[in-house]
């Protein structure tokens, strides 16, 4: 005979802790975000909404949001992604707990990343899943980044046909979203959901967000990497949809419009999946199923010989091999 529902132990945020099977990114604004046990509640003028909180990939916090410690805490404990964007989306601000305690991925990427003949094969390697019909091998980093422009300004001028919205070129100003027209403000408000799925797959796989592979200098340059992944896919295409409806609340159509996208194509995973693959010939070992799934919690120690022991233990009078 089943448990009944009262008889059911209470669930820990870490049971739902799949990247792949949660809501891509939620945006919430004008509103009291507390906790409830293992939820997050939003509390706005039209009452209570309660979240399961290990159901959310990354949480975005838009204008009049104000958030609790406890809420936090259950977040980060869920490994969900928590940003802090401004008016429109324009400013951004990200944390996040990794869901893994492995840190064989970002060991991969570190050793990638470290190796400039390894790190180009990593742009080469982006370059084709962004557009699969070219074969980017042996081609420089200013051909690869002459023909992504190519390539991105073709789909702004195929969108802008397909939908009949006006395109003029891609404008962008940080400090005035409305300085855009409509078309420009979707495809910024696009930008910005993908960046905060891909900040919290990185995170939660625990790699570095500043190591990236195209993108330098900056601390979410790995986060810039993956999201471009996507943009042709899903984020321009989206935009335009939605600039075509008109300016009026072109931003928040835009969302809505990607996350239905987003859900349909199961992008989380994808994600998980291409970061993986990206990163997969740079592992030191196999990686270790129980860890990635946070259920190991494993120290090593290097050795002089590239090699590791177990940590834990006092080597005072011993050699580490």
């Not at 309660?50 to 990354?58: C, D, K, L, Q």
């Not at 074969?135 to 422009?149: A, C, Q, V, W, Y």
């Amino acid at each position: 005979m089943g448990a009944t529902p009262a008889a059911r132990p209470t669930s820990t945020p870490r049971e739902l802790t799949r990247i792949g099977d949660r809501v891509s990114f939620l945006y919430l604004e004008r509103c009291v975000i507390s906790r409830e046990d293992n939820a997050i509640t939003a509390t706005d003028d039209g009452g209570v909404r309660h979240i399961p909180s290990a159901t959310i990939g990354v949480l975005l916090l838009g204008p009049g949001t104000r958030v609790t410690h406890q809420a936090m805490s259950v977040l980060g404990e869920s490994g969900a992604g928590v940003v802090w964007v401004g008016e429109h989306g324009v400013r951004y601000y990200a944390g996040g707990r990794a869901l893994t305690r492995s840190a064989g991925l970002a060991e991969a990427q570190a050793i990638a990343w470290a190796n400039l003949r390894h790190r180009l094969d990593v742009a080469r390697q982006m370059y084709r899943l962004r557009f699969p019909d070219e074969d980017p091998s042996g081609l420089t980093r200013r051909e690869l980044l002459g023909r992504e422009g190519d390539r991105v300004k073709g789909t702004y001028r195929r969108e802008a046909a397909r939908t009949g919205v006006r395109w003029v070129r891609r404008t962008y100003d940080p400090g005035d979203f409305a300085a855009g027209d409509a078309p420009n403000q979707a495809v910024t408000a696009a930008a910005q959901c993908l960046y905060g799925i891909a900040h919290s797959v990185v995170v939660a796989l625990g790699c570095s967000p500043a190591l990236g592979f195209v993108h330098s200098g900056h601390e979410r340059s790995f986060v810039m990497d993956v999201a471009d992944l996507y943009k042709v896919e899903f984020g321009i295409p989206a935009a335009f949809d939605a600039a075509a409806e008109g300016p009026d609340d072109v931003a928040g159509r835009t969302r809505r419009a990607l996350r239905e996208r987003i859900r349909a194509a199961g992008l989380l995973d994808r994600t998980v999946s291409d970061i993986q693959g990206l990163l997969s010939a740079y592992r030191r070992s196999e990686p270790d199923t129980a860890a990635l799934n946070g259920e190991a919690d494993e120290v090593g120690l290097h050795t002089d010989r590239n090699g590791t022991v177990a940590g834990g233990r006092n080597y005072g009078a011993e050699a580490i091999w």
